[in-house]
């Protein structure tokens, strides 16, 4: 291996905590850090508040605090045709897609690391809540954060060998109060900046509102499974299943529960409802999905294993059996599961090691499709 | 790492004399020129000096049509918004170009939300406007047209002489962003007939913050900035002595003589640059012209095929600065109005290209160094667009 003071690491820097002590620590262990961030969203194309200028700002303060070259990199064009148009097309399709999970593989781990290689990186590094393993003969296995609240494997899930092969995620094995406390220690502009929350370029606004700007919402009627009218919705593409929030029916039912989106008709524009938060209609015992990508050969496995899997970010792992058939796989659950949710991913775990993950397609209860989309 | 500077139309180092003329201001000469006791004469005799060095530099009638201001920007905005105001009652109309600098599109912009008309003279291929272009857009009320004396992106000349002659036969007033071609080549402001011209020191050597805005006797407006009666109740606050001092010496530099010989100097800096790159098999293209009356210390080039992100980020990282236009305020890159104007919004040259701009301290063996880096980047990037890095 190089001398570290002749690898050149290039850090995704987003203005954010996480970032700067990675940029921070790499520049410790004596690499050759570039700090490089990425403009992924074109303020003037919604009404919203970019906080791009405000994030490169800390970004400038961080490296110059480091004292590392930082430069900015406009992927709006990249980001706009890859992840935001599937985030639209998805959204149209009456799914819930995850645009962190394509943005990691379209940009930050294309796009980005592309651009990087052009600046001789020999690895690119992120602020991301996960591990790497590498074997002898250089495979490299994704493993979960040590922070289990944090851990970003999920949104990783998607990434191929070769684009893993080239990152480094160091405060993986980090609790995110240390890297607060380093990044407090260090000096660091970022050390208490508020976490982000929510999809990066819609960032704090409402998200319907968002939405709205880009689809029109086509309102229709809200129902129960068996027919029964509970009011109009205002667009499908504004609900999730399992949502409680923003219904607005009374207390007008079977018991006092509270209302939950069980299903949506994409055809007959219709939003299904059903009382109580354990209604039997969000209960699932398999799912069908598509896109299934392994991080590394799972041969050993074969084409039917047992593992668990995660339905959504920061959920609970369930133990699953897995059925492959190319790129589709069928999965059935130990016990049912509630909301899965057509767009997001099925993540699968062999202990601490992120196998990979698919796009949830369809969920069912016994051999009944439930009526999702 | 060795560090060249080839961004000298961003800005210049300073030179020795400016420094040390300055130094010994800041120390001996803290009068405020306005004042009248000893301290105040003292500085406002510095101040009196500087300005008839300045004056005689673009051939001022008098010395006190020399208004210091705090920059290029300022003499802009002053020249263009406060003659639209004063003139009102003649006209609302005014004439500019595509290919202004950011303080007097932004000026136009501005007179526009105020109810003005602003016409942008278009450029060809070279940079250049049409003097039919000129004559057909002024009208009875245009009360102003401001061109460029030379641009700062791709060094074009306008024809200043010709442009005077023009506007000086109408109503209008005319006005030069100078900045970049002060310093450089002859100004003349009576042989030109021009009214207003906006300077700055710092491209020529001398202190930032610092610029004058000549405006020829019998105009009158107000000052942009509202306060004391400083520079003959034409522009408020405190002069700047030693910054003005500094400037003075940075102007008596760059004489006749020294003139021809950086723009001879940095002629040859894009002859070796161009011949360099080609003689290594690099597919370059000057943006605008090599034309002799050019501004030579601005070269803007072509790379067919290269990002110029990719491309100046890799120049950094080597130790070179150049430029590739403005930046936003998230650092990136914003696509050149200059570039769109001469060849569309669609041209790949708006990506694809970069400017050097050279300075009396750079050397052919830096240019030799520039050849090289720039060379082995290239060569690098397209190995790998064939090998398929991923």
């Known amino acids: ?373 | 790492m060795k560090h060249i500077y080839l961004d000298n139309a961003a800005t210049t180092p300073m030179a020795r004399p400016v420094v040390d003329t300055m130094n010994k201001m800041m120390l001996d000469v803290y009068g405020n020129a306005s004042s009248t006791h000893y301290f105040g004469r003292k500085a406002r005799s510095v101040l009196d000096d500087s300005r008839h060095v300045i004056a005689q530099s673009v051939n001022a009638r008098k010395d006190d049509e020399i208004v210091f201001t705090s920059g290029g920007t300022e003499s802009d905005n002053t020249a263009i918004i406060e003659t639209a105001l004063a003139r009102k009652s003649v006209g609302r109309h005014v004439i500019t170009t595509a290919v202004e600098h950011e303080a007097v599109l932004k000026s136009m912009e501005y007179l526009e939300t105020l109810g003005y008309e602003v016409t942008y003279l278009p450029v060809n291929e070279k940079g250049r406007i049409s003097l039919d272009d000129l004559k057909n857009a002024l009208r009875e009320d245009t009360i102003l047209v401001s061109i460029m004396s030379g641009n700062n992106e791709v060094g074009s000349r306008m024809p200043i002489h010709e442009i005077g002659q023009i506007v000086a036969a109408t109503n209008a007033w005319f006005h030069t962003d100078a900045v970049q071609a002060y310093g450089l080549v002859d100004i003349d402001v009576q042989k030109d007939k021009i009214d207003l011209l906006s300077t700055s020191a710092h491209k020529l050597n001398g202190p930032k913050f610092l610029g004058f805005l000549y405006r020829r006797d019998g105009l009158n407006f107000a000052s942009l900035l509202k306060g004391g009666d400083q520079e003959l109740k034409r522009r408020a606050g405190t002069e700047n002595i030693p910054a003005i001092a500094g400037f003075a010496e940075a102007v008596k530099i760059v004489d006749n003589e020294e003139k021809e010989a950086r723009q001879k100097k940095y002629a040859g800096f894009k002859q070796q640059l161009i011949s360099g790159l080609q003689k290594n098999k690099i597919e370059v293209e000057v943006n605008g012209e090599l034309a002799s009356d050019n501004l030579q210390h601005v070269l803007n080039l072509w790379f067919k095929g290269c990002s110029r992100e990719v491309l100046l980020t890799n120049l950094d990282l080597n130790g070179i600065a150049a430029s590739a236009g403005s930046a936003c305020t998230a650092g990136s890159l914003e696509p050149s109005h200059v570039l769109m104007a001469m060849y569309g919004e669609d041209s790949p040259r708006i990506v694809e290209s970069l400017r050097f701009s050279f300075g009396y301290q750079n050397t052919t063996t830096d240019i030799e160094y520039l050849i090289d880096v720039l060379t082995s980047i290239i060569n690098k990037l397209k190995r790998s667009e064939t090998d398929g890095i991923r």
């Open chain 1, 1 to 373: 291996m190089k001398d570290r003071s002749q690898t050149r690491v290039v850090v995704g820097m987003s203005g954010g905590v996480d970032s700067s002590v990675v940029a921070y620590l790499l520049k410790q262990q004596g690499y050759d850090v570039v700090g490089v961030f990425m403009k992924n969203w074109d303020d003037k194309k919604d009404s919203g508040v970019c906080t791009a200028t405000e994030d490169y700002e800390d970004v400038a303060k961080v490296a110059n605090k480091i004292g590392i070259p930082y430069y900015s990199v406009n992927f709006e064009k990249e980001y706009w045709d890859n992840v935001f148009t599937y985030f639209l097309d998805e959204y149209k399709r009456g799914r819930t897609p995850n645009p962190d999970v394509m943005c990691n593989k379209e940009v930050k781990f294309k796009a980005f690391l592309d651009y990087a290689m052009q600046l001789d990186a020999d690895y690119i590094a992120m602020g991301h809540y996960a591990q790497l393993r590498r074997d002898q003969d250089g495979t490299v296995h994704l493993l979960r954060g040590a922070d289990s609240n944090k851990d970003q494997t999920y949104f990783l899930s998607q990434l191929s060998q070769r684009q893993l092969k080239k990152a480094m995620f160091p405060i993986g094995n980090m609790q995110k109060k240390d890297v607060r406390r380093i990044a407090e220690e260090a000096g660091l502009a970022t050390a208490k900046k508020k976490d982000s929350t929510g999809v990066c370029f819609i960032g704090e606004r409402n998200f319907s509102k968002f939405l709205n700007e880009f689809l029109p919402a086509k309102s229709g009627k809200m129902m129960t499974i068996d027919g029964k009218i509970k009011g109009d919705h205002y667009g499908l593409m504004n609900y999730t299943i399992g949502q409680r929030r923003g219904l607005g029916i009374g207390g007008n039912g079977q018991s006092n529960d509270p209302w939950f989106v069980i299903g949506k008709d994409l055809e007959k524009n219709i939003l299904y409802v059903g009382q109580g938060y354990h209604n039997e209609h969000l209960y699932a015992d398999s799912l069908d999905g598509s896109n299934a990508n392994f991080i590394a050969p799972i041969d050993d496995k074969g084409t039917e294993f047992h593992c668990t899997a995660k339905f959504r970010y920061r959920q609970k792992d369930t133990g699953v059996h897995v059925s492959l058939d190319a790129d589709k796989v069928r999965v059935e659950f130990d016990q049912p599961v509630r909301a899965i949710t057509p767009g997001q991913e099925v993540v699968f775990y062999d202990g601490e090691v992120c196998l990979g993950s698919a796009t949830i397609d369809h969920a069912y209860q016994k051999t009944r499709v439930l009526q999702y989309v």
